[in-house]
């Protein structure tokens, strides 16, 4: 995976008790370890891709749904765009032992987060971007949290499959909007500056510790009562 965007903000989490990765805009990481992999997202979307199997899974997070088809960008500005941060992940996935035809996705994202996007909303076209992306590629959908008024944080275990996401008061935790502005303005020096600093440690989702099973499913935490709903997972007869 040399020269790809691969997330590099390692840590041990001690929610879930296990190293933990975070993934930036831009970003991407697969493994068949027994990790977390959290990111935040705004406008942006974050796949899950899992393979039951082959005991494997990866998550990505990409800005906008072009394909970015401009070959003289490098691999980390190309990863804003869905097309390649899909690519990427489901061929690193293959390389490392998975089946297309076994894969399983997970969906997140797509929030109305930024101001003055109300007539094309990045969201929006994020979230039906990804639905279209996995359908073409016959990946089924088996769970998803997409559009809506909030920004979300996402905990996902590429082993088991098990996602986590909670919903976050815009007013409250302007930062997530914030950031994917800035972001949107960046030239490509300064976001591979930005992400050559992205060292920190994090630590997330501050709830009672989660019963983890090798059983792939999507739980709401850690949101305020108003913001709680039932995220939609389809069943046997839709997939």
């Known amino acids: 995976m040399s020269g790809l965007p691969i997330a590099s903000n390692l840590y041990f989490d001690n929610h879930f008790k296990r190293p933990g990765v975070k993934l930036l805009p831009n970003e991407f990481y697969m493994t068949g370890e027994d990790m977390v992999l959290v990111t935040v997202l705004g406008s942006c979307v ?8 082959a005991g494997i899974g990866g998550m ?4 906008l749904p072009d394909d970015g088809s401009d070959a003289s960008q490098s691999s980390s500005d190309s990863m804003r765009y869905g097309a390649y941060a899909m690519e990427v992940l489901i061929n690193e996935m293959i390389k490392r032992g998975g089946r297309r035809e076994r894969f399983e996705a997970k969906v997140f994202g797509g929030g109305a987060v930024l101001a003055g996007m109300t007539t094309i909303n990045i969201g929006d076209r994020n979230s039906e971007f990804v639905r279209r992306y996995l359908a073409l590629e016959k990946i089924r959908i088996v769970a998803e949290d997409l559009q809506g008024m909030y920004p979300r944080k996402v905990a996902f275990m590429p082993r088991t499959g098990q996602a986590m996401v909670k919903k ?9 909007v914030e950031r994917e502005q800035a972001l949107a303005r960046q030239t490509p020096e300064a976001r591979s500056e930005r992400l050559a600093k992205a060292r920190a440690h994090v630590e997330l989702f501050n709830q009672p510790k989660a019963k983890i099973t090798d059983k792939p499913r999507i739980e709401l935490f850690g949101a305020a009562a108003g913001l709680q709903r039932t995220v939609r997972t389809k069943t046997a007869e839709e997939a």
Do not use: E, G, K
Not at 168 to 176: A, E, F, H, K, Y
């Open 46 to 53: 974050a796949a899950c891709i899992h393979d039951r199997t």
């Open 60 to 63: 990505n997070h990409f800005m």
């Open 168 to 176: 976050l008061i815009t007013q409250q935790d302007p930062s997530v």
